[in-house]
Nanobody, 121 residues
Framework: QVQLVESGGGSVQAGGSLRLSCAAS????????MGWVRQAPGKDHEFVAA????????YYTGSVKGRFTISRDNDKNTVYLQMNSLKPEDTNVYFC??????????????WGQGTQVTVSS
C-alpha cells in the first residue's frame, strides 16, 4: 500500500514563500511520476505541477509558472513544491499525487491527505 504524507503548509503573507514536502511510503517510488494539485472550498481540483520519474521533465499550470518549482529526491522517496511570490489566490488545500506510470500523462492513482496553504494580503 502506498501512503503520501504532505507537510510544510501554513500561513504566510503575500510575497512570501513556503516549501511543501510529500513523503511516499511503499516501493518503486522512482518508477512513478509525481505531482501536486490544489482545491479551494467548493471548487474542483486544479492541477498545479508534475514531475516525471527522473526529475528531468516538469510541467506547471500557467498561473504558477515562474513562481513554483517542483522537484524530487528519489533516494528519500520525497517530492517537493517550492512556492515563491505567493499570492492570496494561491490559498488552497494542496494535495500530493502519484501517477500510475513514469510520466504525468498517466492516471493519478494515489493521493495524500492534503495540507492547507493560506496567503494573506
Amino acid at each position: 500500500q502506498v501512503q503520501l504524507v504532505e507537510s510544510g503548509g501554513g500561513s504566510v503573507q503575500a510575497g512570501g514563500s513556503l516549501r511543501l514536502s510529500c513523503a511516499a511510503s511503499g516501493r518503486n517510488f522512482s518508477r512513478h511520476a509525481m505531482g501536486w494539485v490544489r482545491q479551494a472550498p467548493g471548487k474542483d481540483h486544479e492541477f498545479v505541477a508534475a514531475i516525471n520519474w527522473s526529475g528531468g521533465s516538469t510541467y506547471y499550470t500557467g498561473s504558477v509558472k515562474g513562481r513554483f518549482t517542483i522537484s524530487r529526491d528519489n533516494d528519500k522517496n520525497t517530492v517537493y513544491l517550492q512556492m515563491n511570490s505567493l499570492k492570496p489566490e494561491d490559498t488552497n488545500v494542496y494535495f500530493c499525487v502519484r501517477y500510475s506510470g513514469d510520466n504525468y500523462y498517466s492516471p493519478r492513482d494515489y493521493w495524500g491527505q492534503g495540507t492547507q496553504v493560506t496567503v494573506s494580503s
